[in-house]
């Protein structure tokens, strides 16, 4: 007995998705092309992941100043749990990553490892796609999208 693509899409989570800090700023910033693929994405029951190391670049520390990314945090939250902090075996990863796309931006390597992730399909919101398909060109499980 065959299963169908919905049981399977349930069974392995549903697609993921990888906010980087262009593609939180772009949701800030209310984005129809970063609205139509979170839509997608929790549609097909999946799940959104913000590293935490993309909070330094998207805040300031001021309330006032951060309370639209706050918000926009803050409903994603309600969705689910998609704040992420890298742990030992992701900043391996994204050192990996980062060696072998002879970058300096560590914050992106961490955004790259979180999308490769456990090898499934996955795809990185980002306003500067160059450098993250560049750390990800090795990693075809993962698609990198301009917001």
């Not at 029951?45 to 803050?74: H, I, K, M, Q, Y």
């Not at 689910?80 to 931006?105: H, I, N």
């Not at 955004?111 to 560049?134: C, N, Q």
């Amino acid at each position: 007995m065959r299963r169908s693509s919905k049981r399977k899409r349930q069974r392995d989570g549903g697609p993921r998705c990888v906010l980087d800090s262009g593609g939180l700023t772009a949701l800030v910033g209310g984005s129809q092309r970063a609205r139509v693929w979170l839509r997608w994405v929790i549609e097909h029951d999946g799940s959104v992941c913000v590293p935490t190391p993309v909070l330094v670049e998207s805040t300031t520390g001021d309330p006032g100043r951060d309370a639209e990314v706050n918000r926009v945090l803050g409903v994603l939250q309600r969705a689910a749990s998609v704040l992420q902090a890298p742990d030992e075996s992701t900043a391996r990863r994204a050192g990996r990553l980062r060696f072998a796309a002879r970058s300096d931006d560590g914050i992106d390597a961490l955004v790259a490892s979180a999308a490769v992730g456990d090898g499934s399909a996955a795809v990185v919101l980002t306003s500067d796609p160059d450098d993250m398909k560049v750390l990800l060109q090795r990693e075809p499980h993962v698609r990198v999208r301009t917001v």
